[in-house]
């Protein structure tokens, strides 16, 4: 299992969308923070909310990588391999479920981690680093922490729906269509069903500030919610990967 | 005796497999249907059967990629859900091998290779094998389709395996590297490994086979030693060549001797072992042969008689 898991973190590190997308986050961090660094002067102190902003590209991208790690492999028929030297699928599925998450937690907190010190240099050049305390140092961390938790989360949706579907697409597009058309559905035609909806709980997990938006919910049982509906998802989706046919 | 320990009589058993595929619409295409066969130990044994047949639908039940809708299967007298404890002795190639293409040759081999624990000296080892020892740091996405079925072969021989499937092996070679993967499967049968092959190339199997298998609709119509097979396929007889193709058969006529004439050749209905009555007949008669040989059929020509008929049943 061990050699099995350390072959799939290759294959996910390896994988072109990790490099495109790492290279392109680390792109507009480059570009943003010489922007901030011409045109302002960036106060320190509010780095945990320039997190908080950001996080929807990190939730994104780790929804598009847990999506390819298994899409990819089904459309370009590398499973098939794969099966032909492991074929106990429990364990296939695992190992890359587990490489998968675990290559976009990393990648959010190192994108996190050169975004910090990026600003860093924009607020120890032109702008402000007072307030930046232990306190301050701390609410970084946890708000970092909650976002690369969110991401991971996220890339469990993603590489659930694609497992399930055998496409990259399929999760991609249902995805859309979740965020787009079922949950302003469900605010519009049945708003007390609300705590149940993913995004209103992973903006109260990233704000991190009980009852922000849902009254009565607090911060650990958003993510408790949202880490529940994705170890579901991934459950249904390994379940389906024991049984059906690899063609 | 296994090739490597554990007494396995047959190496694959099939018994009445059956897959069928349900459609969403609930019509059902039967693949396989009531499949018996059984691969002895050691040597190449060739599974021909024309599209459709079900030839790689039977690999993928026995390496567990499909789940048969009936019957039995065994690989190393194993069951599909014992099969990890066996897969280690066995390397295969299921349609065409899909490596990662943004990886080297050698990287898809070393990642494949960490699974089971198997050395790096042993990935140069079938690199030189197959012949892509010079091209092996070179990404994958740069190989012909030749060479990344050569790498693919290389990574069925990367377990040093007992028992080798190759699904179409020589799909998109050239004729070097037809010749090539002949001579392997004919050394690595020699070694006393089995090596399944199914191919639609019938005389590849012809000159590399010990034993075949014909399947035609999901169902095995021929299987043995390929002589016998080749006999079974169709009614033996004489091809007499003489200059007078009319007296010959006229006199031939006269003495019981049922025979037609094709082409400045005369068919003999009869068995090779009858030939010295042919021979005799004629000569009685101051006819003289030019030729005398037996009717031997080709597998292609069995193989066209025994699989001519609709393929996968659709129902």
């Known amino acids: 299992m061990i050699a099995l898991l350390a072959s799939e973190l290759r294959r996910f590190r390896s994988r072109r969308l990790v490099k495109v997308l790492t290279g392109l986050e680390v792109l507009g961090i480059v570009v943003a923070g010489v922007i901030v660094f011409l045109t302002q002067e960036y106060d320190l102190a509010a780095f945990p909310n320039t997190l908080r902003g950001s996080s929807l590209v990190l939730l994104s991208v780790g929804w598009m990588l847990g999506a390819s790690a298994i899409g990819a492999e089904w459309h370009a028929g590398h499973l098939t391999t794969i099966l032909t030297w492991e074929p106990r699928r429990g364990r296939v599925i695992l190992a890359k479920i587990v490489a998968s998450l675990a290559g976009v937690f990393v990648l959010s907190l190192a994108v996190q981690a050169l975004l910090g010190i990026a600003l860093a240099i924009d607020a120890a050049g032109r702008g402000s680093t007072t307030g930046a305390d232990a306190a301050w140092f701390a609410e970084s961390a946890a708000v970092a922490t909650r976002v690369a938790l969110l991401s991971t989360i996220f890339a469990g949706f993603g590489f659930a729906l694609a497992a399930a579907g055998r496409n990259t697409a399929v999760a991609l597009g249902a995805g859309f269509a979740y965020l787009v058309i079922v949950e302003n559905l469900v605010r519009g035609l049945r708003p007390e069903w609300a705590p149940w909806l993913l995004t209103d709980n992973a903006a109260l997990f990233i704000i991190g500030r009980t009852d922000f938006n849902l009254p009565g919910r607090t911060v650990v049982q958003s993510g408790v919610y949202l880490a529940a509906v994705g170890l579901g998802l991934l459950l249904g989706a390994a379940g389906l990967f024991r049984v059906r046919d690899v063609t | 005796m296994g090739l490597y320990g554990g007494r396995v009589d047959a190496v694959i058993e099939l018994e009445g497999l059956r897959k069928e595929y349900r459609r969403l619409r609930g019509s059902t295409t039967v693949a396989v249907d009531g499949l018996d066969l059984s691969v002895p130990s050691g040597g190449v044994f060739g599974f021909l059967g024309p599209n459709g047949a079900g030839k790689t639908t039977t690999i993928r039940c026995l390496l567990g990629l499909v789940r048969?809708?009936?019957?039995?299967?065994?690989?190393?007298?194993?069951?599909?859900?014992?099969?990890?404890?066996?897969?280690?002795?066995?390397?295969?190639?299921?349609?065409?091998?899909?490596?990662?293409?943004?990886?080297?040759?050698?990287?898809?081999?070393?990642?494949?290779?960490?699974?089971?624990?198997?050395?790096?000296?042993?990935?140069?080892?079938?690199?030189?094998?197959?012949?892509?020892?010079?091209?092996?740091?070179?990404?994958?996405?740069?190989?012909?389709?030749?060479?990344?079925?050569?790498?693919?072969?290389?990574?069925?021989?990367?377990?040093?395996?007992?028992?080798?499937?190759?699904?179409?092996?020589?799909?998109?070679?050239?004729?070097?590297?037809?010749?090539?993967?002949?001579?392997?499967?004919?050394?690595?049968?020699?070694?006393?490994?089995?090596?399944?092959?199914?191919?639609?190339?019938?005389?590849?199997?012809?000159?590399?086979?010990?034993?075949?298998?014909?399947?035609?609709?999901?169902?095995?119509?021929?299987?043995?030693?390929?002589?016998?097979?080749?006999?079974?396929?169709?009614?033996?007889?004489?091809?007499?060549?003489?200059?007078?193709?009319?007296?010959?058969?006229?006199?031939?006529?006269?003495?019981?001797?049922?025979?037609?004439?094709?082409?400045?050749?005369?068919?003999?209905?009869?068995?090779?072992?009858?030939?010295?009555?042919?021979?005799?007949?004629?000569?009685?008669?101051?006819?003289?042969?030019?030729?005398?040989?037996?009717?031997?059929?080709?597998?292609?020509?069995?193989?066209?008689?025994?699989?001519?008929?609709?393929?996968?049943?659709?129902?």
């Open chain 2, 68 to 315: 048969p809708s009936g019957g039995r299967c065994r690989l190393l007298g194993r069951e599909p859900a014992d099969l990890h404890r066996v897969i280690g002795r066995v390397g295969s190639i299921v349609e065409s091998p899909t490596m990662y293409p943004r990886f080297t040759g050698r990287r898809n081999l070393e990642l494949l290779a960490r699974i089971e624990g198997i050395r790096r000296s042993r990935v140069r080892e079938v690199l030189e094998e197959v012949a892509l020892d010079d091209r092996g740091d070179d990404l994958v996405k740069t190989y012909s389709l030749g060479m990344k079925q050569r790498l693919g072969i290389a990574a069925a021989l990367l377990k040093d395996p007992e028992l080798l499937i190759l699904d179409e092996p020589a799909n998109g070679l050239d004729p070097a590297g037809i010749v090539e993967v002949r001579e392997l499967m004919r050394r690595l049968g020699r070694e006393g490994r089995t090596v399944f092959v199914s191919s639609h190339i019938l005389t590849e199997v012809q000159q590399t086979a010990d034993r075949v298998a014909i399947l035609a609709r999901g169902r095995t119509v021929a299987t043995g030693p390929v002589h016998e097979v080749l006999m079974a396929g169709r009614a033996a007889g004489l091809v007499v060549r003489l200059d007078d193709v009319a007296g010959g058969l006229r006199a031939l006529g006269e003495a019981g001797i049922p025979a037609t004439s094709d082409d400045g050749v005369i068919h003999v209905d009869l068995p090779p072992g009858d030939a010295a009555r042919v021979t005799r007949t004629l000569a009685d008669r101051g006819l003289y042969l030019t030729e005398l040989r037996s009717d031997e059929a080709d597998l292609e020509t069995v193989f066209l008689e025994l699989t001519s008929g609709p393929g996968t049943q659709d129902r």
